[in-house]
């Protein structure tokens, strides 16, 4: 990758100078300064952005000031970039332009301290501070060269067989095609001047420089390498692609991933892993070797391969020939314009189950929601929260709570996640006529006591639910809903009579999972004034918070995460709230009515209360956690928590 940026583009057929840092640049605002010589920006305004960036507690770049100003679009930027003379440090253009931080790059900087021999593009791109196309998009703007993306089946041939294997070994480029007696030959890293010279003793002079991914330039090489001659699809033999899916499972097992995305693009085929809740890029290949992996894991899902226009869905159960470690993975194929999108979420059948008191609760919520609803003799108890907010495993915790030798309990569930002895599990499977209604049919036929429904989906099994309820059964279930309140509501929305809503929910428990702060790398953390702003707080409002941020370290890959940790909210009915949703009150007036007589914390309050124990950040908690009410002064809502 680069160290530095030439002063300007250059005749496609020069060798690259060796190119330093301008001793007047400013490493700091030398963009900045060059929109002002350009006529864009005036000296008025770049005073007044950098008066807004003092102000600013967030680390933002010029750059970004002056385009959230509306006085800087990227087309202009460009376009000064691409055709005046600039000398600075790759590093510092990236910072300048808002594409890093600061403090990402001082990391990057410290990682290269380590090994000399890496480039500082290569570690920005590796430990995902900025994603390689973008920034070779960047670099080639800014040097002159076109940026090509190397795609095996359609590169000539005749030229990569004119570049002897040891070349290849030891350099990063590739020749692409042949333009007017010229060679167009694609560089990983156009600045490297033995690249060049091997280039040069190959090709001669006669050579149009270009830039291009690494990992799209060493995937074409190995391609060659294996002797494919027509078209990847070729190389893509059935031992390839089972070694491409296999390591795709082990990696994702090993980094403990909950989901795969494996996403065809215009000119690539990006994979990418959800840690953590976020998605992050994994690996990108070669495009060919997109039908070939989806036929693959159509295979493995036990999908139908010979059909490509229509969604399906599948499972897959593998077994790891490395760990031996099993793997349990819905599978969803989705037909794109680009072709089709596998997406796989991944269930370990031996995964730990959580002691209800390890889930995350504040104490007097845990105390409520254990005395007061798992140990009542019947009703419902609703889990709530969107998709990955990790509904399944405090379910499977109440389960574990509930199981001893007097109690019957048993599951219909789409599919098993965790396998728990000692009860009754069902997973649905509607191939073969075991849906979801059927087995709602004959549960009750099982003389249980506690029956656990994976979904309330439809109005049958909500009817299930509140049939089984008012039987004497403890019922437990998940929605899909914001927040507790929400969960009532549906229910009322799906035609049941409130009547019935009122005397067989237990409660409702509302969660999310948050990114927890990386001990290793954990800061002290002051609020914006944006932040005071958007929670209705003064800094009294905070007193005692002992407010962390994580700056990012290698042992959490520099996102200053590591792990998730609960949040929740707590509706238990009791009579006035009864009263409400059989007076069917609105959502804020049952939510204030819980509020003043239930004792009910909010998400966004319970998110204040961890961020305030430095176990999450401030900034997590407001982007993440719905905002209904005003939120109450942290000393309150410790009382109510029992902190």
Known sequence: MLESIPSAARDPQQKPPVVKPSVNSTGGDAVARL??????????????????KTKLVSDRSLIEIFQELHLLTDRQ?????????????????????????????????????????????GVLVEYGFIDEHRLMELLATKLGYPF????????????????PAKVFSRHSFIPVSKENGHIVIAFADPLDLEDHEAADRVFGRKIIPAIGTRQAIREVIELHRRGARRSAAEVADDSTIIGIVNSLFDDAMQQGVSDIHVEPMKDRLRIRFRRDGVLGVHKEISLELAAPLATRLKVMAEADIAERRRHQDGRI??????????????????????????VLRLMNKKGELLDIEDIGMAPRMLRKFRDDSLASPSGIIVVTGPTGAGKTTTLYSCVNFLNDLEASIITAEEPVEYLIDGISQCSINPKIGLTFSETLRHIVRQDPDIIVMGEVRDTFSAETAIQAALTG????????????????????????????????????????????????CTAPYTPTPDEYRRLGYTHGDLAGANLQVGHGCSACRFTGYMGRVGIFE?????????????????????????IETSGLVTLLEDGIAKAARGGVSLP????????????RPLHELRRLLGE
Request: net charge positive; charged share 25%; proline share 2%.
């Open 620 to 631: 997590e908690v407001l982007r993440r956690l719905p905002r209904s009410v005003k939120p």
């Open 473 to 520: 059964h403890v019922v437990l279930t998940t929605f899909h809903t914001e927040d507790t309140v929400g969960g009532v509501l549906r229910l009322l929305n799906m035609g049941i009579e409130a009547f019935l809503v009122a005397s067989t929910v237990t409660s409702v428990l509302a969660q999310r999972l948050l990114r927890r702060i990386c001990l290793h």
């Open 148 to 163: 090509v993306e190397p795609i095996f089946t359609e590169i000539d041939r005749d030229l990569l067989a004119l570049v």
């Open 77 to 121: 930027l460009n376009q000064v970039l691409k055709e005046q003379r600039l000398n600075i440090r790759i590093g510092e253009l990236l910072v300048e332009l808002g594409h890093i931080r600061q403090s990402e790059l001082d990391a990057a900087l410290s990682i290269q301290q380590e090994d000399k021999s890496r480039k500082l593009g």
């Open 570 to 594: 707590l509706l238990t009915l009791n009579d006035d709230v009864k009263q409400a949703i059989l007076a069917r009150k609105t959502v804020q007036e049952i939510r204030r009515i819980s």
């Open 35 to 52: 929109l002002v010589e350009q006529g864009l920006v005036t000296e008025t305004q770049l005073r007044y952005a950098k008066r807004v």
């Open 317 to 342: 159960l593998y077994e790891s020939p490395l760990t031996g470690m099993s793997l349990d993975l819905r599978v969803s194929f989705y037909v794109t314009v680009h072709g089709e999108k596998v």
